[in-house]
């Protein structure tokens, strides 16, 4: 088949595709080429009809109208299982490995070549136990599990739909070291992230789409920043989001807010202090105070007790020794009931696990206000209007889908969660990976909502897999490694080299000053 | 970049043995309760003989059917409401094909309903899968039909079987009750192949996520229809020992065992919400219940006292045992 | 976003259709978005069947008998409601309608109202356990509720023998709200219906408490870390389910003026079926009481077409799960759209 291509012919190419779901236009008219041997990215905002193209693609939904060809030839697929005979195979944006089967039998599942698998993971430096259940495993391995599964599959366009949304820089490294293989050996991969950083440095051009359509192709290397993300975000975006200007992925600078905040913050009251916080086998003695005001990041790479941490200070799980205060109190929470009556919150890694996907956008925002047996009576809706609503705004949340909240696109979802905060009110918001998979326009909104938190007084506790987010929105970071602070720093010394240092473990190498 | 040691990423693993057992603790509670119960009453009743195991095994094998038939399903993420009236069904047809039947014929007929019936519940899964309406009220009205139909073949109790073919489900081989040789003979020659052959594991995948089995290439609605078809077997199996322990067909017969299938499977460690528990379980389970009853008879209390007595069992071995559970998965 | 698998999963092509199948696929839509307007379709085309087999049908006396039958049915299934919101089922619901029935006319001799308050401090306390039992000692709320049938149908079986001492006698007032109308044709057990109806229906759509229980049966673990605390919710639920059952005891026997050991019991799958047809999801966090109340209904008239068309016990049997079924399939394919 491949003697077929000529190189000036397009391995994919799509036309004029398009799907609504009732009401709902997830992809108005998507065209898309991708050429043989190339990593092809595919852009655009929150909700913009990725994964819904991909889906399609895929077979997993068949499109209302519009044509595929792989190779010069149509394909009409009628579900995920024909697509590897067509040349393509996926790793989903959800995770599509079985949580109560075992990794063997997940493989068997598929018919994947268990040894094909076997030796990308090997390739890739992961070791995976096949006895395990799957969902027993932490979420990064399963990206990986899936990657290796779709590697086996050898297809001729390997399909990659935010991957690295919820990987740690090493493991993204990893992957970009397979991308490049599968490049090198003639492969064609179509790479979906909302970190432009990753997409300039692995993709060779990029189709950017907006609210169902594509609006342009480009060489990344022609291009700035500057104009991807407008391209992305449309006109408008651009000229509302004013007070945050259009810069590289980077952002405002850091330098000129963060010194100030940090000064100012010395001086606030302690909103959070831990001490000697300890749970087996993850935490071993963590201690570190936060003060009203201020942003406070945890930079570590995955498994270093990072979610035993959060879990314990939300009172999710219950330390074995240590203390926790909340201004000046101390807390030992039972259950998040009482973290978050003493004002710490807590918007966790998994989405998943804060929504109630059947309800609406509205519903899921007030949820923290009935949490108590006084609040059961009947509803002030006019009030809870306006507070969610206000949330809604705040966030720029896009409410096409808002009457179930599972019909939202991803970073909408991740949107909600962060929005039930900012109605219910709070004193400490601890944040695990806020922005994992979040289109830059959001992101910066994100870390925007952040910052104004911080300054109405608010704590904020950031942890964050991006770690040039940290430079951006902490004033202070602590680099995590095996259950222990190894070290802290000012934000503004927070670059990417320091801190990948860091969360390695490697302190005491770390050059003075 | 490449650290081997890559923390987080190599899980820590425990020994294979130790997981396998940690994995089913549950089944291995109910089957060591089961046991337990066994020896309490060979040590209170010194005189329990090979008597009383074989009415015990009589009496629970209706039950232990009922309840491989529904955990089929359910580990689907399915349930199946129709599993009583479907057995009553059996009940009454069989009997009254059996009437004058001679032992030989009677296998023929008890082969060519089970055929049927396998048909009966692959369409009732397929209804589900094509109509898209949710598996309880599917089952819930076939559950109607099968108890019309089996009322308009039989108003009034009736029908037969022959002796021969009684004893196959309810007689003794050798010295153990061949209800015994039933059970394990469904286990091995229907839930084992299916269990190990690639359609078990789309069973239990579509039961466990049926998103991510989809996303994962496994044909969804053919798995679905293949449980329900499975399940029909086993009812099948259960309304033809009705047959051959009562000797009759009634159409009431099976009413009961829809709910008390649905306890079995629950009390067997099967999730309800699907994917998760295996067959050993619900089949001890059936045989749990049973021997309460039994007991308790034994016991001479007041059967309907017994009734009371062994509703609070069950709620108080799951309260508890789900009490160690969370307790041990807390630590 | 999660794709609907395989065979439910037919491609949507109304974008390429003529305009008057847009212009259905657009009511369909609107169906969709209020589920009971077709529900309120299927309970009007059966009242017109009914009509067409026995004509004059349709009169104020046949619909006040239906909603007679209606009531206890739907008092019995609002608790099934609840629970099953919550993603549990209540499978107590007929058994603790029974005792409450057998109290009633046990007690009946030693005055109504203390009748009327022991059947309703049974529901409590039933309901109260079985909340216990699922929202403390996380217990399967089907096995909870079956093993509480258990005891509750086997406790009753000993007490009736206790009861054969005594007279059991329903008292009047009793035998009045379950059998009597006022104003010619509104049946007086209505008229304890319907403000629990409302009640209900206003609860789960506009108070704190109707929120957490949606919530709880769409993501418990979500309502945990919101920190809602989830066992109290469930308890409540419970609870109310226990009263409700109770209260639809009462109706019952007042109903029927005598109790007998297996009054309910037919009551307890039509209870699942009217919960179900009514578009409530058995795994909870959506649905309604509106649903419920039409499905009670919608069985209740579907009852009365098949006694009139004369059919077998068994005829009628099987019509019904057909019927129900074939309600569940329009019903999916008007309200369930994605
Ligand atoms: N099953 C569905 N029903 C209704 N609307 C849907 C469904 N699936 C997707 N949508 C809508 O289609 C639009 C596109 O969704 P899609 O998931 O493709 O976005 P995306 O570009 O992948 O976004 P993200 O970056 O957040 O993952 C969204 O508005 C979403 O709400
Ligand atoms: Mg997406």
Known sequence: MRRHLTPAMNLLEVRGVSKRYGAVVALRSASLTVAPAEVHALLGANGAGKSTLVKILTGVIRPDAGTIEMGGRPVHLTSPA????????????DPSLVPDLTVRQNLRLTGADSAAVRRWLAAMDLRVDEDDLVGDLPLPLLRMLDLARALAREPRLLILDEITAALPADL????????????????????????????????????????????????????????????MLGPMATSDDAPCPVGPDTGPQPEAAAPDRASAASEARLLLEARGLAMSGALRGVSFSLRAGEILGIAALEGQG?????????????????????????????????????????????????????????????????????????????????????????????????????????????????????????????CFDPTRGIDVGTKRQIHRLLRDLAGAGAAVLLFTSELPEIALVCDRVLALYEGRIVHELPAQAADEATLLRLVHGLVREEPVG | ???????????????????????????VTIVGLLGALLVVEKLVHPALNVFDMQSLVDGALPLCLAAMAQTAVVLSGGIDLSVGPMMSLVNVVSALLMTHATSGQAVLIALGVVAAVVAAGALTGAVIVATGVPDIIVTLATGFVWGGLALHVMPIPGGAAPAGFAALMTGQLGSVPSGLVVIVAALAFLWEPVHRSPAGLALYAVGSNRAAAYLSGVAVGRARVAAYALGG??????????????????????????????????????????????????????????????????????????LVVQGAIVVLVVMVAGLVLVRRRGA | MTPSPAATDRPDTGALRPRPAVRWSAARRSLADRPALTLAGILVLLLAATDAVSPGFVTPHQLSTTLLYAAPLGALAAGQTLAMLTGGIDLSVSATATAAAYLIAGLG??????????????????????GIGIGIFRVQPLIMTLGMAGVLGGALTLASLTFTNGVPVVPDAVHELGSGTVLGYLPLNTLVWAPLAVVLLVGLARSGLGRAIYAVGDNPLACRLAGVRVWQVLLVTYVLGGVLSAIAGILLVGYTNAADLNLATPYLLQSVAAVVIGGTSILGGSGGYAGTILGALILTVLDSLLTILNVSQAGKQMLYGAIVLGLAWIYARTALVE
């Open chain 2, 1 to 27: 970049m490449t650290d081997p040691s890559a923390p987080g990423l190599e899980v820590r693993r425990p020994m294979a043995a130790g997981r396998a057992i940690r994995r089913s603790a549950w089944t």
């Open chain 1, 82 to 93: 024909s697509a590897p005979g067509a040349g393509l195979a996926a790793v989903f944006q």
């Open chain 1, 172 to 231: 993204v490294e990893r992957v970009f070291l397979v991308i490049r293989q599968w490049r090198e050996h003639g492969r064609s991969v179509l790479f979906i992230s909302h970190r432009l950083v990753e997409v300039r440095t692995i993709c060779d051009r990029a189709t950017v789409l907006r609210d169902g359509a594509d609006v342009g192709t480009l060489t990344l290397a022609e291009r700035t920043e500057q104009h991807i993300v407008a391209l």
């Open chain 1, 306 to 430: 990072q979610d035993a941490l959060f879990d314990c200070l939300a009172g999710n799980r219950r330390a074995d020794a240590g203390e926790i205060r909340v201004a000046g109190r101390v807390l030992a929470p039972r259950s998040p009931y009482d973290a978050i009556r003493a004002g710490v919150v807590l918007v966790p890694a998994d989405r998943a696990h804060a929504l109630l996907p059947q309800r609406s956008a509205r519903e899921n925002i007030a949820l923290p206000l009935y949490n108590r047996a006084t609040r059961w009576g009947l509803i002030d809706l006019r009030g809870e209007g306006t507070r969610a609503g206000a949330a809604i705004a705040r966030l720029a949340i896009d409410t096409r889908a808002q009457r179930q909240v599972r019909r939202m696109s991803g970073g909408n979802q991740q949107k909600v969660v962060v929005a039930r905060w900012v109605a219910a009110g709070f004193r400490v918001v601890l």
């Open chain 3, 109 to 130: 001799a030693q005055g109504t109202p203390r009748a009327l308050a022991v059947a309703l401090a049974l529901g409590l306390v039933v309901g109260m356990t079985n």
């Open chain 2, 233 to 306: 077997a086993f009812a099948a199996l259960g309304g033809l020992a009705l047959t051959a322990s009562t000797t009759n067909g009634n159409a009431a017969s099976g009413t009961s065992y829809t709910l008390t299938s649905v306890a079995a499977t629950v009390l067997g460690g099967v999730s309800l919400v699907g994917g998760r528990g295996g067959m050993i379980g619900p089949v001890a389970a059936a045989l749990l219940l049973t021997l309460i009853n039994t007991l308790l008879t034994f016991e001479g209390v007041d059967p309907n006292f017994s």
